[in-house]
């Protein structure tokens, strides 16, 4: 294959100046010569060799992103949409920013930190990685590490996380509801860790400022494996009599049991309320709107990777744990059941 150094020869001209147009480095070239040179690079069809490059450089390039699923909620994390937008979002960051991505999801921990240590890359981030998990993770792996959407307690092992107010925003939707005349509320996850515990904990604090409890008959799960799918979603609906709104921990399950109940005869929301989280395409596109708590998921995953390559660049110390910022958005999923003062008022964004 052609080197740089035969093209320079061939053009009469240096091998700094053909690497520069090679690279997007033109600023000091005339247009005449980056016209030659990428002539002669379209001629000989000319691949950069970005491992040579890389390794006299002392870097990979590439950015690990490492996804630890739950075998009893996932066949396929990445059908998720919630999932399937942020790492979209993060592959565009990395690929703008010059890097590559490399990509490994599993259930199995011990399997993902055997995949990590073999990897040649510049830093990690690590989505679903519950505190012990990240322990694991850490002794082992040195090189820079970003957290999302984690809470790993502080005092366990230094991190750096980028995550959301998902405790306030789970607070201002239930008060939301409350403000709308709904007192018998279903909160409804498909586990009690991390992200989904922390919104819990936000929906038990608005339902006791309005002197009400949070009960724990009232926390309902979700089975979402495809094996035992279809019986709790009959359950849900045996269930669902006894609730004039069900709050669910993401946009997910919350058009799944829409659609479940809306197949036997639920009227929405006439019936039966219902409310999100997350703010994904789905629940813009189903039938009623969805009322949601909006986050911005693509600034989350545009500011994990900054974050990290800030870390990988030795710049600045970032903040340790960054809460991004939340919105009520108001669709068309909630009925007003009767007028009650309400203890606070909530900005919301009407759609």
Known sequence: MITIKDMADMLGTSTTTVSNVIHGKTSEVSQKTVERVEKL?????????NSART?????????????KSRKEQYDNILADPF????IGAIEAEIRSRGYYMMIYTSNDLTELIRNILTWNVDGLLLLGILHDDFVRIKSRYKKPVVLIDSYAPRDIMNYVNVGLE??????????YLLEKGHRRIAFLADNMEGVDYTRYVGHQKAMAKYGLKADEKDLLII??????????LEELYYLSRNYTAFMCCSDYHAVVLMSYFSD???RIPEDLSFTGFDDVLLARIVRPALTTVRQNITQKGCLAVDTLLKMIQEEDQPKWDVKLPVEIVVRDSVKT??????????????E
Do not use: W
């Open 55 to 67: 390794l006299t450089q002392n870097c990979s390039k590439i950015i690990g992103v490492a996804l």
């Open 166 to 175: 998902d405790e306030r925003g789970a607070f201002e939707m239930t008060s």
């Open 223 to 232: 089975r979402s494996g495809m094996m035992e799918r279809e019986s709790s």
């Open 41 to 49: 690079l379209e001629e000989y069809d000319y691949v950069p060799n």
């Open 337 to 350: 059941i009767s007028s009650y003062g309400s203890h606070e008022h909530i900005e919301m964004k009407t």
């Open 83 to 86: 999932f399937s937008e942020l």
């Open 264 to 266: 036997r005869g639920v």
